[in-house]
């Protein structure tokens, strides 16, 4: 089992930053890749961002390259997404997940999700 606990989300003006957190706890080899997806009213979630847990490997949607920085801090198995220039389009609900894949950026190969954060970005 894994365990996710996500933090940080927020209401904040267009041009703004926020820094989202997931606290991961359980079985290592069950999150291999740690990624976000969002999913705002009346829209299918969407891939954000996800980063392998040894490597560091990085992927991104292209809503969100150069805006978004996913990272992770192994030490307290939190992973991380820094949002900087935050648009309007960008209010969803944010959730982390795990997969025991290496690099995969599709919803379905995610095992275990947290609960999930609202990002409202004003504008």
């Known amino acids: 089992q894994v365990q996710l606990v996500e933090s940080g989300g927020g209401l904040v003006q267009a041009g703004g930053s926020l820094r989202l957190s997931c606290a991961a706890s359980g079985r290592t080899f069950s999150r291999r890749t740690m990624g976000w997806f969002r999913q705002a009213p009346g829209k299918e979630r969407e891939f954000v961002a996800a980063?392998?847990?040894?490597?560091?490997?990085?992927y991104y949607s292209d809503s969100v390259k150069g805006r978004f920085t996913i990272s992770r801090d192994s030490a307290k198995n939190t992973v991380y997404l820094q949002m900087n220039s935050l648009k309007p389009e960008d209010t969803a609900v944010y959730s982390c997940?795990?997969?025991?894949?290496?690099?995969?950026?599709?919803?379905?190969?995610?095992?275990?999700w947290g609960q999930g954060t609202q990002v409202t970005v004003s504008s």
């Open positions: 997940a795990a997969s025991s894949l290496w690099g995969t950026t599709t919803y379905y190969s995610y095992d275990y």
């Open positions: 980063i392998t847990w040894s490597a560091g490997m990085t």
